[in-house]
Each structure stands twice: as structure tokens, then as C-alpha cells.
């Protein structure tokens, strides 16, 4: 095993991995440990997070640091101080009491200040515009190089080994799978490979023929002389006053040395280390630019004037990495066996430990011990890569402390993949998303609308955007918002439209596969869940399951032929579930896989009048008789061509139009011209997230996760414990005979006026917590506000009465009846 990386992030992977009894594991580091950016890092830990994935990961980083010193008998350097997050808008509260929701399910304390509380602990702070603030007492900062040191003893003590000033120079993968690394003191040899290479990501991806999606950006912080009032606190003994972050305006401060130190994350900084540092690289710095950082100081003298009373004794401008989302890259490479990336990390010092347990748990035990979606590496596509990934980076930088808002589509690099259909959509309204870098129609906006004057209405904050804005410079449309915004409405007409007549949906970023071959259906019977579908033209779901028997992905399989299956998958885990179908199929030729994502577009036709409208169009019957429910046909589409599956995710009455990408404009075309008489009309992704809520149908990442086994989730009926063998199958037998830790259930929240469950609220049995809801929102067609949930298993019967947390407000809730519409399904069925 060897670690290539000796700043933090790469250190803490070597400890972990000696901890749980690697101990042929080495780290090579080109230079001194901490001289990439771990060295000059402010050494904050944030447990502020909206990612499940990234708040466990801070939670256990914060959670081993203070033990680490008693272990190893190293100074780290812990001031557990507190953090302090100011509220100066209505938003930025529903932000923070959305958090503390997040944060109570994994078990992180968030404490809600009003200003005259918060200027008890931060007197030198003036309370002008504050509504109220959050602070998490476990939180505070660390000396960076003595953390590093710390974890670098511990690995040491349980046989781990560190080179220092050793470069790897190449890196070759063997035949046998072995990975050889020529470096500058010889040649190494190791099974698995961890990259944690900082700046250098981009570098080291090159040596491995990959496109890793790191590129790091400038950040400064300034530190000031000493202050008196601070010099006479430490005099008389008075607590540190902690990490302050003033959110509204971009910038985070504490105390440093008698001073202060401010870090703002300002507009304009630029990316660095394009095509990677020199390699004589070390504790590098770049020249301040104060200009950039006026605004930021001068909110943090109106917030502090004490900052602007004493001088500036230093500015560090060093490297910060980041990925097009901001958060890390934590997990498998794609296309590379036994290569693991530990990478992106723009809170290096925070997610260090937390990162480096769940890598070693990954790599020695075969999958981590929570759910890393968020983090994991493939989740970007093969699209993020040069200047792309500039744009992205210096997004995600300056984007750091503005309101992070659910329904948030940012608007760097964009648009970048577009369906054919996608001037169309946009000519009938359609405001866009995006999904592993397509545009997807979110919702459609009557002509001619914009948000009103009030509607823009900024607020008197440095951050301030709370609204879209559209790449092509017209009026935005969208508020943005955790409650139920401008578009709520026009959503729901949308559903109703779909119930009452029919819509069409642009799929086309759905990710599919073509699998063929005399072992072809052998094959996925043995990887997926569910019995495959015997004769040609059937179709059945399955579940792509982990060897614990949690839920990796989901597939629609289509029978197309006798040797040959088309598969459905999700288009954001496109990367994801492609490295995994190429990892587990055979080696002897019997099964051939082929990606034809970007060949074929999908149009969901749906609604009561989806048959009335294709009928004209085609030669087949569409009879329920003669094409019924989860099959599928090869039919014309007019004069183009398509394979018509019957299934949805709406439930309703209508067929997935699977067409060779170039007829999709005239496919298009020849719908809507036949559904003129029916009223037809496009529908957005949001639509379609409510409507599938009123189905209890499930989504990766949501109610599907490897932390929730194939029962838990509900999936009974899709996984065939009577076959002989799949993946999973013998972890679902161990565990049916043990005690479920978690319930599907859906529930009916009651008392909402404003603003819905969305996911990760805490559900309560009077103040325990009994669990988290997974998706919520209103369900159109049953007009009641909906939730999907995981439970305790003995609260999970019809009937029962809960309470969820939303925003800080508890409503009752009730679980009810899988699919509260049309639970026959006899809308999917006539």
C-alpha cells in the first residue's frame, strides 16, 4: 500500500489505514510533510455542512482530533473556542435551522443565539443588522503542521512507514494489476494506490492517464498586530472569543497571537497551479492583492471595528484546491482498479480525518462504512476538465458562504450538454438545472414572466444573490429559497396538467447501456437483484446491491433480444455505475458492455392522453392488450424511429421514447403536433419529483443508499431471494434474521403552510429521534404535503403519528399507505 502525499489529507489516510492493521503501508512525500497547502491552512474546523457525506467526514475529524494528543503524546494544537455563524437575513436563519436539521441526524450540537447572546462570547463585535446566529460548541481551529505531525507518530507507531524527499516521478499499472511507482530514490511496488496529492491532483492524474477534477484556486488571510482589548482579555483570563463568521458577508475571524486573523472569500480570485506547481515547489506562496479584499475588509471593520484599529502584520496567498462542487473527491479512480483518490479537499484540515477513516475503511474492507455519494470521485463525467473546471473552481470558491440554497443552480460553464430538444424546451418557458453537466428542464414559466421588482429585492448584505441568473443575460425567473418559492405554483400546474392530460419530459441525460453476449443474461442475473426478464420485450427493475446488501444503483432492464438487454440507469451516476458494471463483468468474452448514453434520447410521453396522441404516429397497436404495462416495442414515431418502453417514473398512463439522439427534434415535433387537441404540453424536472413522491417511488442517494439494505429500503418485491446466487443475496439472508435498523415509510406531514419536508429533516417520537426523512414535498394530485422517510422499525405501521422538524418548526405527521396515489397503479396499467 503506498500513499503518495504527505500534507494532512495524505498522512491521515496512512494513519487510518495503520490502525485497522495495515502495516505494509508507506507514504512518499517529495518534499517535508505539510509543505504543499497543509502548512500555510488557518486550520479552522467547520462542521457546517449540507452534505450528509462531508458532515460525517467533519464530525469525525473534530471527534478524533481531540483525542489524537493523548494517543500519540503530540501537540495538535485543539482550541476547542466554539464557532460562530451570524443570521442577517430571513434566508440565512432558514439555511441555518435547515442545517440543524441535517446536523441533529448525525448527531452534531448546533446551539441558536439571539445578537445580544452572541455579543456576550464576542463583545469586540458590533450586533448591527444580526437576527440571530448559530454556534457549534465542539468546534474551533488546529495548528495544521502539528496535526500532521501527530497522525504522522501515530501511523509510525503501528509500523507504518514515511520517505520524505522522495518524488514520484512515473507511475505504471503492472499486467497483474500491481501498480509500480518510479520515483527518485528507486522503484516501489504496492496492490493499491492512494493519491493525496493537493495542488499537484492534476499532475499526478497525468501520470495515470486521467483527467482528475481538482484545480486549486487562490485564498488569503490576512492576520493583524495585537489589539489591546484582546491582550487584556488573555490578561485577565477571559475565554478565547472563537471562530466568528460573518456568512452574509463572505468572510470567517478569531483570533490570532493577541490579533486577529480574516479570511474572506472574495469575488475574482483566480485559479492557480494551471498545469500544476514546479516541481521544486515548497511552502510556496503567492504576492497578496489587497485590492480584492476591500469590500470584505471594510464588513468585517463595521462588524469588528477593533480589525481596523491595529496594522496588518501578514498576508498568506496560498493554494487551495477545489472541485467543481466544492467538495472533495474521496474514493475509487474510475477505470483503474485498486486506485484510490483522496483529493479536492478546499477544507483540507476539517475533512482530513474524517477522509482518511472512511478511504481505509473502503479499501480494506471493500466499501465504506457511510454512504460518500457526495464525495465520491465519479461523480463527474469525463466533460470536467480544463477550462470547465477553472470556471467551476473559482465558483465554488467564491460561492463558500452564500446561502446554499436546495433549488441553487449555479451558473458557471453553462450551458454545456444540451439535448436536441433543448431550444425547443427553452422556447416554451422552460427554466433549467443541471445533471452531470446536461440541461434539464426544471419547471416551465408562463411567457413573458420574471420575478417582480420585489421578488429581486437584494439584500443590504455583501452576499446577496437569492435568485437565477440566466447565462444568456435575460430577466431571471426563479426565487430561490427552503420554502415554497415563486415556482410552486406553476409547478402545480404542471402536475395537474400531467394527471388531467399529458406532458412531455426530456429524459435524454439518463445513462444507458448496452449488455449482449451468450453469458449476457447469466451475468446480470448474478449482479442485479431481480429476475431478469425471460422473453424478449420485457422489462423489470433491479437493484445493483453491495456484498453487505445495500443499495448501489438501480437499473430498468429491457429485454431487446435473445442475447440482449438494454439497462436504464440514473445520468448523475453515470461514471459511477459504468466503473462498476466494467468491474464485475466477466473476462472471457461471453458478455459484451457498451455506453450508449450520448446515441440515444429519451422523451417521457404521460397522462391519460399519452395513447390518444401516439396512436396517430405509429402502426402499433397501443392497446393495453396488445402493449401492456413493463414491456416494450421497437415502433415508428411518424417516419423516425424509437424503442417505446411502457414505464414512468409520474405514474401515469404513458411510454419512455428511447430514439437515436439525432431524430429527437422531429420526434419532438411530431408529439406536439399530434397533441395539439390534447392540450400537450412539456413538463420539468420538479413535476416529476412531486409526482413520484405521491407513488413512494425511491431515488439513489435519497431512499437508496449502501447504508440501507434492499429491505429496509421497501425493495422486497425486487429482490428474488428464490434465486440461487446474486450479490447481496447472502447478506440479506444473515440479516432478515436479525433486527432492522431502519423502515421505508411514507408520510403525510400535516400543519404545512409554506414550507415542505425536502429530505434529512429529524423525525421525533416526542424529542427522541427516531429518523430522517429522505424526500419531501407537496403531492399535487392528493393535495396533501408528502414525505418518504427511514425509521425506527417499530414505529414504521400505518397509523402511526410522528413529528418532523422543518426549518425549525415541528409538525405532526402521519404514516400512511405506500403510494397514497393510485395505489393499484391502475393509471400505469389501462
Given at each position: ?10 498522512v491521515?489516510?496512512?494513519?487510518h ?6 502495516t505494509?503501508?508507506v ?14 491552512a ?62 441533529r ?7 441558536f ?33 502539528d496535526?500532521t ?8 507507531l ?7 524527499n ?21 522503484d516501489?511496488?504496492?496492490e ?9 491532483a492534476r499532475?499526478?492524474g ?7 477534477p ?10 493583524t ?15 478565547e472569543?472563537?471562530v ?24 475574482g480570485?483566480?485559479?492557480?497551479y494551471?498545469d ?9 506562496l ?5 485590492d ?8 468585517a ?31 475509487p ?37 457511510i ?25 465554488a ?28 424546451l ?15 428542464a ?17 439584500p ?18 426563479e ?39 451468450p ?7 448474478h ?5 431478469m ?14 456484498p453487505?446488501g ?10 431487446s433480444?435473445?442475447?440482449?438487454f438494454?439497462?436504464v ?58 402493449f ?11 417516419f ?7 414505464v ?16 429527437q ?7 406536439m ?21 405521491e ?15 434492499a429491505?429496509?429500503?421497501g ?10 446466487d446474486?450479490?447481496?443475496r447472502s ?18 406531514v ?16 416526542d ?5 430522517r ?45 405506500e ?11 389501462n
Amino acid at each position: 500500500m503506498v500513499v503518495i502525499g504527505g500534507g494532512a489529507v495524505g498522512v491521515s489516510t496512512l494513519y487510518h489505514l495503520a490502525a485497522k492493521g495495515c502495516t505494509d503501508a508507506v507514504l512518499l512525500e517529495r518534499k517535508e510533510l505539510t509543505a504543499g497547502s497543509t502548512w500555510h491552512a488557518a486550520g479552522l474546523l467547520p462542521l457546517f455542512n449540507l452534505s450528509y457525506s462531508v458532515g460525517q467526514l467533519h464530525k469525525y475529524s473534530v471527534k478524533l482530533y481531540r483525542t489524537l494528543q493523548v494517543e500519540t503524546g503530540q501537540n495538535v494544537g485543539f482550541s476547542q473556542v466554539s464557532n460562530i455563524r451570524l443570521a442577517c437575513t430571513p434566508d440565512r436563519m432558514d439555511e441555518y435551522r435547515y442545517y440543524a436539521g441535517i446536523a441533529r441526524t448525525i448527531g452534531v450540537e448546533v446551539k441558536f443565539l439571539t445578537p445580544e447572546e452572541v455579543r456576550s462570547i464576542w463583545p469586540l463585535a458590533q450586533m448591527k443588522g444580526v437576527l440571530g446566529a448559530i454556534q457549534h460548541p465542539d468546534d474551533g481551529y488546529i495548528q495544521p503542521a502539528d496535526l500532521t505531525q501527530a497522525l504522522a507518530r501515530g501511523a509510525r507507531l503501528r509500523g507504518a512507514e514515511i520517505f520524505r524527499n522522495v518524488a514520484v516521478t512515473a507511475i505504471t499499472q503492472l499486467p497483474g494489476g500491481e501498480w509500480q511507482l518510479t520515483t527518485t530514490e528507486g522503484d516501489i511496488r504496492c496492490e493499491h494506490l492512494v493519491c493525496a496529492t493537493g495542488s499537484f491532483a492534476r499532475k499526478t492524474g497525468a501520470m495515470l492517464g486521467l483527467d482528475i477534477p481538482v484545480m486549486p484556486v487562490e485564498h488569503q488571510y490576512l492576520v493583524t498586530e495585537p489589539h489591546p482589548a484582546i491582550r487584556q482579555r488573555r490578561r485577565e483570563g477571559l475565554p478565547e472569543m472563537g471562530v466568528l463568521r460573518e456568512s452574509d458577508a463572505s468572510y470567517y475571524m478569531r483570533e490570532e497571537n493577541g490579533g486577529l486573523l480574516l479570511g474572506p472569500y472574495e469575488v475574482g480570485a483566480p485559479c492557480c497551479y494551471i498545469d500544476g506547481p514546479h516541481p521544486d515547489s515548497e511552502y510556496e506562496l503567492f504576492q497578496p492583492d489587497l485590492d480584492r479584499l476591500l469590500p470584505y475588509i471594510e464588513a468585517a471593520i463595521r462588524r469588528v471595528p477593533a480589525f481596523g484599529e491595529v496594522g496588518i502584520k501578514r498576508v498568506y496567498n496560498g493554494a487551495i484546491a477545489y472541485t467543481p462542487d466544492g467538495s472533495p473527491i474521496v474514493g475509487p479512480a474510475w477505470d483503474k482498479r485498486n486506485l484510490w483518490l483522496n483529493e479536492g479537499h478546499s477544507f483540507g484540515i476539517t475533512a482530513a480525518g474524517g477522509a482518511g477513516w472512511q478511504l481505509a475503511e473502503w479499501i480494506l474492507e471493500g466499501e465504506p462504512g457511510i454512504d460518500m455519494m457526495g464525495v465520491d470521485p465519479r461523480r463527474f463525467g469525463p466533460y470536467a476538465t480544463g477550462r470547465y473546471l477553472r470556471q467551476k473552481a473559482e465558483e465554488a470558491y467564491r460561492k463558500v458562504f452564500t446561502v446554499h440554497y436546495p433549488d441553487e443552480e449555479r451558473g458557471a460553464a453553462r450551458p454545456l450538454r444540451r439535448s436536441p430538444c433543448y431550444d425547443r424546451l427553452k422556447q416554451a418557458g422552460a427554466v433549467f438545472g443541471t445533471v452531470y453537466g446536461w440541461e434539464r428542464a426544471g419547471w416551465f414559466a408562463p411567457p413573458g414572466y420574471k420575478l417582480s421588482e420585489a421578488e429581486r429585492a437584494a439584500p443590504d448584505t455583501l452576499l446577496h444573490i437569492t435568485h437565477d441568473e440566466p447565462a444568456d443575460g435575460s430577466a431571471p425567473r426563479e426565487r430561490w429559497s427552503f420554502r415554497r418559492s415563486n415556482y410552486f405554483p406553476f409547478v402545480g400546474r404542471e402536475c395537474r396538467h400531467v394527471a388531467e392530460a399529458a406532458g412531455l419530459l426530456d429524459m435524454s441525460p439518463f445513462a444507458k447501456y448496452r449488455v449482449s453476449g451468450p453469458g449476457a443474461e447469466a451475468w446480470l442475473n448474478h449482479i442485479l437483484s431481480n429476475r431478469m426478464p425471460r422473453r424478449r420485450g420485457m422489462i423489470a427493475l433491479a437493484y445493483l446491491l453491495t456484498p453487505a446488501g445495500g443499495v448501489r444503483a438501480e437499473a430498468t432492464v429491457y429485454r431487446s433480444g435473445e442475447q440482449d438487454f438494454y439497462l436504464v440507469m440514473a445520468g448523475s451516476q453515470q461514471r459511477h455505475d459504468w466503473d462498476y458494471l466494467n468491474q464485475l463483468a466477466p473476462q472471457d468474452g461471453s458478455v459484451k458492455l457498451e455506453n450508449i448514453t450520448t446515441q440515444l434520447g429519451v422523451l417521457v410521453l404521460a397522462g391519460p392522453g399519452a395513447r390518444d396522441i401516439l396512436q396517430p404516429l405509429t402502426d402499433t397497436d397501443l392497446s393495453s392488450a396488445s402493449f401492456p404495462w413493463l414491456t416494450g416495442q421497437a415502433i415508428d414515431v411518424g417516419f423516425a424511429q424509437a424503442t417505446a418502453l411502457r414505464v414512468n417514473f409520474v405514474g401515469e398512463l404513458g411510454w419512455e421514447l428511447h430514439h437515436p439522439i439525432e431524430m429527437q427534434t422531429t420526434i419532438f415535433d411530431l408529439l406536439m403536433q399530434s397533441g395539439k387537441k390534447f392540450d400537450l404540453r412539456p413538463f420539468g424536472i420538479k413535476a416529476m419529483d412531486s409526482l413520484r413522491l405521491e407513488k413512494s417511488y425511491r431515488v439513489i442517494g435519497r431512499e437508496l443508499s449502501i447504508e440501507y439494505s434492499a429491505h429496509e429500503s421497501g425493495l422486497n418485491r425486487f429482490v428474488r431471494m428464490d434465486k440461487p446466487d446474486f450479490i447481496g443475496r447472502s447478506a440479506l439472508l444473515a440479516r432478515q434474521a436479525a433486527a432492522a435498523a431502519n423502515r421505508f415509510v411514507t408520510l403525510q406531514v400535516h400543519g404545512v403552510t409554506d414550507a415542505d419536508a425536502r429530505g434529512s429533516e429529524p423525525i421525533l417520537l416526542d424529542n427522541a429521534l427516531v429518523g430522517r426523512t429522505t424526500s419531501g414535498g407537496y403531492g399535487w394530485r392528493v393535495e396533501k404535503s408528502l414525505a418518504l422517510a427511514m425509521v425506527r422499525p417499530d414505529l414504521g405501521d400505518i397509523g402511526t403519528e410522528l413529528d418532523v422538524i422543518i426549518l425549525g418548526e415541528r409538525h405532526r405527521a402521519t404514516i400512511i399507505a405506500e403510494s397514497p396515489y393510485d395505489p393499484g397503479n391502475q393509471r400505469l396499467r389501462n
